[in-house]
């Protein structure tokens, strides 16, 4: 059987849970996109800051040569060379390589070669090394590259830095690794070669230019010139050395800024202009590491769709859990009830539909189990009359008409006060015995009167006795034997008690929907305490009290109206503040008897 639980929980996931894990994979791969989007861009802007400051850095350094030609006096020295006047010229050569060597702070090495007299000389450590004569400086394979090209400079890849002029100022251990610029020194005007000045520079600078977009050892950026020396790499193996091929293709497939390599590598690069045109700077960023946002957001959303789905779990269950559990309860009741246990009971102080349903239920049960009990005691009560009729119908045609003999003979005797006795006592005979029980308040009253025909013989002038019932009400259908039980109580309480000179009165009477017959007498009565615990004996279910033939014709009396119409039938009981005892019965009219 499918459960109501079940299917709550079933639509609370249909309609909420899978939902919003959809909402949620939509919204992360709408982030991923654009958080990937934008770590690329800004990757691409850090890209392209770096490569302007490189391009910058490298034009102030060729530039330097630059202010040779500012100076005159220095100029004249590499026009007219260094023979001339050795004196004046030395102290131009001092102050000019110092004033050069002491403007950038990269500098290690700086060397004037003058080509009048193939006169050479090198600063190292802010000291000037002595004249050195070197005619075939002009034959090294990276001048004659400068010397035959129409660039002015040339800048070599990163190596090791070399003595020039096999000078005592440069340590052996100084094993720096340096880039070289080769700067043509020529007259402006006849464009005639006069000199070379030559720097070397460290790569502590280039490297803190290039390291400024490197976030971890997992990265690497490249900077290789035109012909594919590498000038800096954060790998500091590849410095100096031609670019290995698989970074080479991995930086010729990114042409076009950006490509993201087979073995998951985002690559980006650019092509340098200025003074180092046609180098590249490059960035190759492992793509988990450059997507590290992005997957802690994924992670985040994952945890999030994971707290708030079992949030939404925990909540379908205790909804379910709160909205069935009532129906379960009330269905296993219902079951029971099935089972035959008709004294279930039921909530009834919840204020939702359940607790409307289970208030209903509960009046439900209630009327059929009065239901249940009144047929039942009913169905007792017939088969102890039947019983008793049966006992008491010993030949009753026999006892009627052998008592109808006798009131003959006691007319024909001259008796008619015997045979008056005899009639009534066989009416009141006749009326016992009927099986079928049923009555009027006609029938009653006749049967009231003959008992008291009999009973006025008996006392004869000590009682009196009024009967006062409106023609109206006495085809009104009652159970049998309702009247004379009061009426014979009325004997046994006042002259059998020695109360002489009662008054016994009969009546009845209509109060809304109620037919009211009374039976008072204005003799013997009872004390407040007698009348309580008579009320408590007539009032208490059979069930519930102990067994006692005590007050039983009341009590019958009570029990049967009860049973025959509903409980507001019934029996009041009154003590008329001590002058005497009433009983009234109640029934009412808006039903039949049953």
Same mark, same amino acid.
Not at 251 to 274: D, F, H, N, W, Y
Not at 293 to 304: G, H, K, L, S
Not at 344 to 351: C, L, P, S, T, Y
Not at 456 to 469: A, L, P, V, W
């Given at each position: 059987?499918?459960?109501?639980?079940?299917?709550?929980?079933?639509?609370?996931?249909?309609?909420?849970?899978?939902?919003?894990?959809?909402?949620?994979?939509?919204?992360?791969?709408?982030?991923?996109?654009? #958080?990937?989007?934008?770590?690329?861009?800004?990757?691409?802007?850090?890209?392209?800051?770096?490569?302007?400051?490189?391009?910058?850095?490298?034009? &102030?350094?060729?530039?330097?040569?630059?202010?040779?030609?500012?100076?005159?006096?220095?100029?004249?020295?590499?026009?007219?060379? /260094?023979?001339?006047?050795?004196? %004046?010229?030395?102290?131009?050569?001092?102050?000019?390589?110092?004033?050069?060597?002491?403007?950038?702070?990269?500098?290690?090495?700086?060397?004037?070669?003058?080509?009048?007299?193939?006169?050479?000389?090198?600063?190292?450590?802010?000291?000037?090394?002595?004249?050195?004569?070197?005619?075939?400086?002009?034959?090294?394979?990276?001048?004659?590259?400068?010397m035959g090209s129409k660039a002015n400079y040339r800048i070599e890849p990163p190596h090791q830095i070399e003595n020039y002029n096999q000078t005592s100022i440069m340590p052996p251990s100084d094993k720096t690794m340096v880039v070289t610029i080769h700067h043509k020194v020529t007259n402006v005007l006849t464009q005639e070669f006069i000199g070379i000045i030559t720097f070397d520079i460290d790569l502590d600078k280039i490297a803190n230019l290039s390291r400024k977009i490197v976030r971890n050892n997992k990265e690497v950026v490249?900077?290789?010139?035109?012909?594919?020396?590498?000038?800096?790499?954060?790998?500091?193996?590849?410095?100096?050395?031609?670019?290995?091929?698989?970074?080479? *293709?991995?930086?010729? *497939?990114?042409?076009?800024?950006?490509?993201? *390599?087979?073995?998951?590598?985002?690559?980006?690069?650019?092509?340098?202009?200025?003074?180092?045109?046609?180098?590249?700077?490059?960035?190759i960023t492992p793509s988990e590491f450059l997507?590290?946002? $992005?997957?802690?957001?994924?992670?985040?959303?994952?945890?999030?769709? $994971?707290?708030?789905?079992?949030l939404g779990l925990i909540m379908i269950a205790i909804i379910s859990y709160k909205f069935t559990r009532p129906i379960?309860?009330?269905?296993?009741? $219902?079951?029971?009830?099935?089972?035959g246990n008709m004294h279930?009971?039921?909530?009834?102080? %919840?204020?939702?539909?359940?607790?409307?349903?289970? %208030?209903?239920?509960?009046?439900m049960m209630n009327r059929i189990n009065r239901h249940i009990d009144r047929e039942y005691k009913l169905e007792i009560e017939n088969r102890k009359n039947q019983h008793r009729a049966l006992k008491s119908q010993i030949n009753p045609h026999f006892l009627?008409?052998?008592?109808? *003999?006798?009131?003959?003979?006691?007319?024909?005797?001259?008796?008619? =006060?015997?045979?008056?006795?005899?009639?009534?006592?066989? =009416?009141?005979?006749?009326?016992?015995?009927? #099986?079928?029980?049923?009555?009027?308040?006609?029938?009653? $009253?006749?049967? #009231?009167?003959?008992?008291? =025909?009999?009973?006025? &013989?008996?006392?004869?002038?000590? /009682?009196?006795?009024?009967?006062?019932?409106?023609?109206?009400i006495l085809d009104n259908p009652v159970p049998s034997m309702i009247l004379q039980p009061l009426v014979e109580n009325f004997f046994k309480h006042c002259y059998d008690e020695g109360v002489e000179h009662a008054y016994l009165r009969v009546y009845g009477e209509i109060q809304g929907v109620y037919l009211h017959l009374v039976v008072e007498n204005h003799g013997s009565s009872l004390t407040p305490e007698a009348l309580k615990a008579l009320e408590d004996k007539i009032y208490t279910p059979v069930h519930e009290g102990n067994p006692s033939f005590e007050h039983i014709g009341l009590k019958n009396i009570h029990d049967r109206l009860v049973l025959h119409f509903d409980q507001t039938a019934g029996m009041i009981l009154d003590s008329m503040q001590g002058q005497g005892f009433s009983v009234r019965l109640v029934i009412p009219l808006y039903q039949k008897e049953m």
């Open positions: 059987m499918k459960s109501i639980q079940n299917r709550l929980i079933l639509l609370l996931l249909v309609f909420i849970i899978i939902p919003y894990f959809l909402s949620v994979w939509l919204i992360y791969q709408q982030t991923k996109e654009n #958080v990937e989007r934008h770590e690329l861009q800004n990757s691409q802007e850090q890209v392209e800051q770096v490569s302007t400051e490189l391009e910058q850095y490298f034009e &102030e350094i060729v530039n330097l040569s630059y202010i040779l030609y500012r100076n005159p006096d220095l100029f004249s020295v590499f026009e007219q060379g /260094f023979e001339g006047d050795v004196y %004046r010229n030395q102290l131009e050569i001092n102050k000019g390589m110092r004033s050069f060597y002491l403007m950038r702070n990269e500098i290690r090495q700086l060397r004037f070669f003058i080509n009048e007299g193939k006169s050479s000389f090198t600063v190292y450590n802010a000291m000037l090394s002595t004249r050195k004569i070197n005619p075939n400086l002009l034959q090294q394979a990276p001048i004659q590259k400068l490249l900077l290789t010139d035109s012909d594919g020396y590498v000038i800096y790499a954060s790998e500091e193996t590849l410095i100096g050395k031609i670019m290995p091929e698989d970074v080479r *293709s991995k930086i010729s *497939s990114s042409t076009a800024g950006v490509v993201k *390599s087979p073995e998951g590598e985002i690559v980006m690069s650019r092509t340098l202009q200025g003074p180092i045109k046609n180098w590249h700077f490059v960035q997507f590290e946002d $992005v997957r802690q957001t994924a992670y985040r959303n994952i945890m999030v769709g $994971v707290i708030v789905g079992g379960k309860l009330l269905s296993q009741k $219902v079951q029971r009830i099935e089972g279930v009971r039921f909530d009834d102080q %919840r204020e939702d539909e359940i607790g409307s349903l289970e %208030r209903h239920i509960q009046e009627f008409n052998a008592l109808q *003999s006798i009131a003959a003979v006691a007319l024909m005797s001259g008796s008619p =006060k015997v045979y008056q006795l005899i009639t009534s006592l066989s =009416k009141m005979m006749r009326y016992s015995i009927r #099986v079928d029980q049923k009555a009027t308040v006609r029938s009653e $009253v006749e049967y #009231v009167q003959a008992y008291l =025909k009999l009973q006025q &013989e008996r006392f004869q002038t000590d /009682f009196s006795y009024s009967i006062d019932i409106p023609e109206d």
